[in-house]
């Protein structure tokens, strides 16, 4: 394991340019005094070439960019912290517009490279086996704070795939993560197909409604039990966003095109790993058309849940993709930085280390 880490204050005195649409650059290149077209030009250097000043734009005429940096910054800042596991995998600690700090894990794997964003400080949902959910929530992330993570991270021109799986519910700071993935797919951001981008979600129904109906990206629910009165033991917000209000939506959609439909299933001892599970399992998803993701669970502090053994995956796979519901066991990475699937956490002191 190896750290590097930057320690700097930013101050939240200007109005950031990273996160702003083609439309709302207009606004500003208006408000500046800037030919319109410069609208264009600027988008060009935040989203294709990510810079990190006004002073690089340097189609922009001297003039223009004095006016732009008296009231705007790109908003880009730099990672608190990085630790690279001994899989290669890389966690980064980055600052966020309000003071705070948010993780995003970055996982190369043969020939694609991943990001796992983070769209919260801290979670609201409050899921008994996550250490986000124990942070409990902090704050919503911009637009800026999210794509910040994408254009400071050193790996940027390797990402291959992105994943809102880090810090926080997507589908409770949903006009921030659609607005995110506007501008990652735009073709004057990058230009990214949807099929790149996956985002994940504990099932709020009004948040889904909108998101097929806006988005073209991949959709993740988190299952981790068939059964809702199980489920809500383990994730108090089945409570309110029950599996049998939104799993119905889901059957309305067709999910024959490119769009891919997954579901994570956090495997525990004793829990949800049985064969009435699985059984349960094909009738409830059988008729959709998608994917189960069994998960390994990496065991936290002062918790009942332990992680299923690897015979026990093994086979609820085997039975699930036998009776056509495609299965796989995902690979944990990170697990030794606590960079693994439900360990992110950012309620902590920044560890005091030396820079690179």
């Known amino acids: 394991m190896c750290f590097c880490s930057l320690n700097r204050i930013f101050v939240a005195d200007m109005e950031k340019l990273l996160g702003k649409t083609l439309e709302e650059l207009r606004l500003v290149v208006e408000e500046c005094g800037l030919p319109r077209f410069a609208a264009g030009q600027m988008a060009q250097w935040l989203y294709v070439h990510g810079v990190s000043s006004i002073d690089e734009m340097t189609n922009l005429s001297k003039q223009g960019r004095q006016q732009l940096s008296e009231r705007y910054e790109v908003g880009r800042m730099p990672h608190s912290l990085c630790q690279t ?24 794997d043969k020939d694609r490279a991943t990001l796992c964003v983070s769209c919260q400080v801290g979670c609201k949902m409050g899921c008994q086996f996550c250490m986000t959910g124990r942070q409990g929530f902090e704050g919503q992330l ?83 039990s068939p059964f809702p009165e199980e489920r809500a033991r383990m994730m108090p917000a ?104 439900g360990l992110l956490n950012t309620k902590k002191t920044l560890p005091q280390t030396p820079p690179c």
């Open 85 to 108: 596991s001994v899989d290669g995998t890389k966690k980064y600690l980055f600052p966020t517009s309000e003071g705070k700090h948010v993780e995003s894990v970055f996982i190369p």
């Open 142 to 224: 911009t637009v800026g704070d999210i794509l910040n993570q994408i254009y400071s991270l050193p790996e940027r021109d390797q990402l291959t795939n992105v994943v809102f799986m880090g810090q926080g519910e997507p589908f409770d700071n949903l006009d921030n993560v659609l607005r995110a993935t506007e501008l990652l797919t735009a073709p004057y951001g990058m230009a990214w197909s949807p099929r790149r981008i996956t985002v994940s979600t504990v099932g709020l129904k009004k948040g889904m409604e909108r998101f097929l109906k806006e988005s073209q990206c991949h959709l993740a629910v988190s299952l981790h």
């Open 238 to 341: 089945e409570k309110a966003w029950s599996l049998t209000e939104f799993l119905p939506l889901l059957k309305e959609q067709d999910w024959t095109g490119q769009r891919r439909l997954s579901f994570e299933y956090i495997v525990f001892e004793g829990m949800n790993d049985s064969m009435i599970h699985a059984r349960e399992l094909v009738k409830l998803l059988s008729p959709l058309k998608c994917r189960v993701n069994l998960i390994r669970f990496h065991t936290i502090p002062d918790t009942p849940f332990r992680g299923a053994n690897e015979g026990t995956m093994t086979r609820l796979r085997d039975y699930l993709s036998h009776h056509g519901v495609t299965c796989t066991i995902r690979q944990s990475r990170g697990e030794d930085i606590m960079a693994a699937c």
